[in-house]
C-alpha cells in the first residue's frame, strides 16, 4: 500500500487507485472506531473492542448492498434511504468471515500517527480513539466530503454496533452463507 505523500514522485502518468492508498482505509476505519465506538468509562475514549468486530462493521460499510440484505432480515422498518454506493472496496474470506489484510497496516498506520491506542487483554484487542483521533474524527464527520461515508457507518452503526465480533461473524455466515462461508480462504468477497 502506499501513502499519498509517497505518490509525489510517480510521474503524472501512473493511475493511482484510492484502494492502494493506506489514508483512504485510515480514514473509513477513524470514522467508523468514532460512529460504531461507545465511550469508555473511564477513559472517555470511543472504543471498538475486537478486531473482529471491527471487521464485520467494516464488511458492512464497505458492502452496501450486503447491509441492505441485513436490515431486510433484521429490522424492517429501519431507514435505508440514505445508505448509498456499491462495494467501495473489496475484502476476503477469511477464518472467521470477511477480512482485509490491510488492517495490519492501517492499524499501525494510525497507531504511529497518535490517532488511535490498541491495548490487548486476554485474547481481546480494544481500540481507542486519542484525543487527537476523535478530532480530526469528528473533522471528517463536518466535511460534506465524507457526508456519504459518514452516513453509511452511521446507519450500520445504529443497526449493528450493541452486537459482538462473534454475533456479527454467526449474522454474516447465516446470510451470506454463499458470498462468503463457502468461499475458499483468500478467495475475494
Not at 477464518?95 to 498506520?109: I, K, N, S, T
Amino acid at each position: 500500500m502506499k501513502s499519498i505523500k509517497s505518490t509525489s514522485c510517480y510521474p503524472t502518468g501512473v493511475s493511482l487507485i484510492a484502494d492502494d492508498v493506506i489514508e483512504f482505509h485510515a480514514t473509513r476505519i477513524l470514522l467508523l472506531i468514532r460512529l460504531c465506538g461507545q465511550k469508555g468509562r473511564l477513559r472517555k475514549l470511543y472504543k471498538v473492542e475486537g478486531l473482529t468486530k471491527i471487521a464485520k462493521l467494516d464488511f458492512f460499510v464497505r458492502y452496501p448492498e450486503f447491509f441492505r440484505r441485513v436490515v431486510t432480515f433484521i429490522n424492517k422498518e429501519f431507514d435505508i434511504s440514505n445508505h448509498k454506493g456499491g462495494v467501495e472496496s473489496r475484502m476476503i474470506r477469511y477464518h472467521y468471515g470477511p477480512w482485509d489484510e490491510r488492517y495490519y497496516q492501517v492499524l499501525p498506520y494510525l497507531e504511529s500517527r497518535d490517532l488511535l491506542k490498541v491495548e490487548k487483554i486476554g485474547n481481546t484487542y480494544t481500540f481507542y480513539l486519542t484525543i487527537k483521533g476523535e478530532a480530526i474524527a469528528n473533522a471528517l464527520i463536518a466535511d460534506e466530503d465524507f457526508m456519504e461515508l459518514v452516513q453509511n457507518i452511521v446507519n450500520v452503526s445504529k443497526l449493528l454496533s450493541k452486537m459482538g465480533g462473534s454475533a456479527l461473524k454467526d449474522l454474516v455466515y447465516k446470510l451470506f452463507s454463499k458470498e462468503v462461508a463457502d468461499k475458499k480462504m483468500g478467495e475475494l468477497i
